[in-house]
């Protein structure tokens, strides 16, 4: 029986782990790198212990380490998550001959799955239907468009579509170096590229008695090829089509005597609904709550039990309700879904029912998140913040459900997907169940946006009602107030490249002295300013940072506004050279593209950066010249920091 259980992962699956084991009555052990070190996820496990290092290659991806860590715990299990060491065929012989308990699939299943190359030729043995691989040497027009692919690892990384021939070599090899980086293997191979295709799964967990099918979910809806909403039942399938998506998926997990749960992942043509395997995955899945809340099932206690040898119910749980899976990132969705850093100054979700586990309830909430209020999210790692799973009867009820929740959050610090994610629940198509991994390039919804002037007009009264509180000194004069007045008060924000400028004044009376142009100003605090625009009156929630120098987030009705608080007066040091390009993200340089001197085109790549586990091409913004460049390959560089400088072509050099 397994007592004490190391999670080699790290973030809001080690704390999905560690809830399930609280539950069995199960120890926990925690590794954590030097980046982790504050996450909750340590501080909730009875045991942690450092990786040193922050990056994955330092610590997460380290085997030895991790088997010291083990030892160290006395742990008696380890249970992989899922990414980093969780689909390593080594990693999990050297477990097993470590003498420990692997809660997972046995090795040899990994490494056949492992290859996508020699999992299809498998599959089209076992009789599931796969997409014939195409040679890229050998590739015509005929076949395109097609689809680049990492054969080992997953999760969009190393993965580019390719629509002209011209392209393919320099994809291939985009591809391979992403793969090398990501998994530490750079093979990739190439097959056609469906268009409009759907993403659907199969839930698997394999016994000694077979395969027990836990039904499809849908998790179309992708961006980078990275999934961003889920959910269970896939809609709008024809009985015959899920019957015999299940019966593949029992063929393939059979095929290889499978243990433990698994992924079956099908291509499907959105029109036909005919489908083709694409890839095992022999781990659990990010997206594995959408299928506990429908079936009523805990997938990480089903684990441990195979995992001890205790054997499953013979009899499968029906699906009751729907449930929808939301991926909380931090990303911008307008700046092509570009990773961000930074402290997460506020992390607040209202009515959640349960947080890792199983929501009995018929419709509810639940959150399975990796960070808190007060957390830095780093560079070195993926940007997912949290997974905000709604269920209920139908699966209009549910959207409904996820959208409001989302509405209602308080995010602050990052720029997050939470807009498009709430445009997306809302969207008609989606919630007709047309849905492609084309639906996000189709419609790139980046949600509606709140309306700024008015969320300004409270920052500059929350402002106001800041400095009041700290005076030390004439705490009775009311704010702004003037015995000769000759002009207002005027506080400028800067929002993304816009500045927003309010003017105000103040006088005896305390907030019926407030006065704007556009608005009414009803109730003021610190904290909380009503007013009232055109007969209507709205609150917003106002956090204004130390000092009042920095961002002031404000929460209204149309959702979240970040204002920057504008200087009087730009210190000269700050300024850079026109033509700069600005490292958008921290993050580590790649590979400088072009030297100074070179003549360059709009579009032109400058010079690759990665962060998050992700290549970002830096392109220059114009025809010019390069005038400098003075980063190198392998140079940590911080958000702002200049990378390149692009003469335009009408400057002199």
């Not at 593949?248 to 499978?258: H, K, L, N, P």
């Not at 299928?291 to 040898?309: C, K, S, Y």
């Not at 509405?407 to 997050?416: C, D, F, K, P, S």
Request: charged share 20%.
């Amino acid at each position: 029986m397994i007592t004490r259980v190391l999670v080699a992962n790290r973030g809001e699956i080690a704390r999905r782990v560690f809830a399930t084991c609280r539950r069995l009555g199960v120890a926990t052990v925690a590794v954590h790198s030097d980046a982790d070190a504050h996450l909750p996820f340590v501080a909730e496990a009875d045991t942690a212990v450092r990786l040193p290092g922050s990056t994955p290659a330092e610590t997460y991806l380290r085997a030895d380490l991790v088997l010291a860590a083990a030892r160290a715990a006395g742990a008696d299990a380890v249970h992989p998550g899922y990414g980093f060491l969780s689909e390593n065929a080594a990693f999990a012989r050297a477990v097993v001959d470590a003498g420990l308990t692997w809660i997972g699939p046995s090795p040899e299943s990994i490494d056949v799955m492992g290859s996508k190359v020699a999992a299809k030729e498998l599959m089209a043995g076992a009789g599931v239907p796969i997409l014939d691989s195409v040679e890229p040497t050998a590739a015509t027009e005929d076949d395109l468009p097609l689809l680049v692919k990492a054969s080992a690892g997953g999760g969009g990384r190393g993965m580019r579509i390719v629509r002209t021939l011209a392209e393919l070599p320099d994809a291939v090899a985009a591809a391979e170096a992403e793969a090398a980086s990501a998994f530490g293997d750079g093979t990739v191979f190439v097959e056609p590229y469906v268009e409009r295709g759907r993403h659907v799964e199969v839930q698997v967990v394999g016994t000694e008695q077979g395969a027990i099918v836990l039904g499809e979910r849908d998790c179309s809806l992708q961006r980078r090829h990275q999934k961003v909403v889920e959910e269970a039942p896939a809609p709008g399938l024809a009985e015959e089509t899920w019957r015999a998506l299940h019966e593949a998926a029992r063929r393939a997990a059979e095929a290889i005597d499978y243990r433990g749960a698994g992924t079956v992942e099908f291509l499907m043509d959105a029109t036909t609904q005919r489908f083709f395997f694409l890839e095992m995955n022999t781990r659990l899945q990010v997206e594995h709550p959408v299928t506990e809340q429908v079936f009523g099932i805990d997938l990480v206690a089903m684990q441990l039990a195979v995992a001890e040898g205790t054997p499953l119910p013979a009899a499968r749980p029906e699906p009751v309700g729907h449930a929808i899976e939301v991926r909380l990132y931090a990303e911008d969705p307008a700046a092509d879904y570009q990773p961000q850093s930074g402290l997460l100054t506020a992390f607040e979700l209202p009515g959640v029912d349960v947080a890792f586990e199983l929501g009995t309830a018929p419709a509810g909430l639940r959150l399975d998140s990796g960070f808190a209020d007060g957390d830095e999210v780093g560079t070195h790692y993926d940007a997912m913040l949290a997974k905000v799973i709604a269920w209920a009867p139908t699966r209009r009820e549910a959207a409904r459900a996820l959208a409001g929740a989302l509405r209602r959050a308080r995010l602050h610090g990052v720029v997050t997907n939470r807009d498009q994610l709430v445009a997306v629940l809302g969207d008609e198509a989606f919630l007709a169940g047309d849905v492609s991994t084309a639906f996000l390039g189709e419609r790139p919804l980046g949600g509606e946006r709140p309306a700024v002037r008015p969320a300004a007009v409270a920052a500059a009264v929350a402002l106001a009602e800041t400095a009041r509180g700290e005076r030390t000194v004439q705490r009775g004069i009311p704010v702004a107030w003037r015995n000769v007045p000759s002009q207002p008060q005027v506080t400028r924000f800067a929002h993304g490249d816009t500045e927003v400028e309010v003017a105000w004044t103040g006088a005896r009376g305390g907030v019926d002295g407030y006065v704007v142009d556009d608005a009414t100003v009803v109730a003021a605090s610190p904290t909380r300013v009503v007013l009232e625009v055109d007969g209507v009156r709205s609150t917003y929630a106002v956090a204004v940072p130390a000092g009042g120098v920095g961002v002031v987030d404000v929460d209204g009705p149309g959702g979240h506004v970040a204002l920057r608080v504008s200087p009087r007066f730009t210190d000269p040091a700050d300024a850079v050279a026109s033509g700069s390009l600005l490292a958008p993200m921290p993050g580590t340089v790649v590979r400088v593209v072009a030297e100074a001197g070179q003549q360059v085109a709009a579009g032109d790549p400058v010079l690759v950066l990665e962060a998050m586990k992700m290549q970002h091409t830096v392109a220059a913004p114009h025809d010019g010249t390069v005038t400098d460049v003075p980063v190198a390959a392998g140079q940590q560089v911080a958000a702002g920091e200049v990378l390149a400088v692009v003469a335009d072509g009408g400057e002199e050099a």
